[in-house]
């Protein structure tokens, strides 16, 4: 495993266990349909529907991976991140967020970074584990929502980048994992832009990283 986690970096709280795909599935194949295609390099052709596939099962698959790298990414920097380091989840001095799920905290509430991730990977978990929403079973249909369920989902997962890149940059490089959160967090991006999953305002926090990721590769 490429995470050198120290014993008593990842908090128990913040870190979600993984989660997993089960092996045999079709999902299974796809995922790792899209781990040989990563290899590849180039990241526009890796992020493309394969022929064939069913669009949901696809989103689906690449969101629960992308739920687990953050998960990683954050859980190597969770002893930097903490109520005095970061009383507010923001990225940057611009933007702020308050959490909200609708169902168990209507109104937004103002909370520092860590206790909003916690919520916000949770959050996250929980739908990823309601066989209504993220079948694991062939032939079970996605619900009609699913688009809205994942794009809502993939926008909230986009927050903890954005906030470990404007609060944490300096202790992921002093781990040397920046080449592992830029890769993932390009992957990410090239995700979104093909299926247009997060709204442009939403990434506004990273546009200038989001700009220089893409150039690189036209």
Not at 93 to 109: F, M, Q, S, V
Request: aromatic content about 12%; hydrophobic content about 35%; charged content about 25%.
């Amino acid at each position: 495993n490429i995470f050198s986690l120290v014993s008593g970096s990842r908090s128990s709280k913040t870190f979600k266990p993984k989660k997993n795909i089960p092996e045999g599935s079709h999902q299974y194949e796809l995922l790792k349909h899209a781990e040989a295609t990563l290899g590849s390099g180039n990241l526009r052709q890796a992020v493309m529907l394969p022929e064939g596939e069913d669009l949901n099962e696809w989103i689906a698959v690449n969101t629960v991976d992308f739920f687990n790298q953050i998960n990683m990414l954050y859980g190597t920097i969770t002893e930097f991140c903490t109520e005095v380091s970061c009383p507010v989840m923001s990225a940057g001095p611009r933007y702020e967020y308050h959490w909200a799920d609708g169902t168990n905290i209507k109104k937004p509430i103002k909370c520092s970074a860590p206790k909003y991730i916690d919520y916000l990977m949770t959050w996250v978990q929980d739908q990823l584990d309601d066989e209504t929403l993220f079948p694991s079973k062939i032939g079970v249909p996605f619900p009609k929502n699913f688009m809205s369920v994942a794009k809502t989902i993939l926008k909230r997962l986009f927050r903890v980048y954005a906030h470990i890149y404007h609060q944490h940059f300096d202790s992921v490089m002093r781990l040397q994992e920046e080449a592992h959160l830029n890769t993932s967090f390009k992957h990410f991006i090239f995700f979104v832009q093909e299926f247009n999953l997060i709204d442009r305002r939403e990434l506004a926090p990273l546009q200038e990283l989001i700009e220089k990721l893409g150039s690189k590769d036209r």
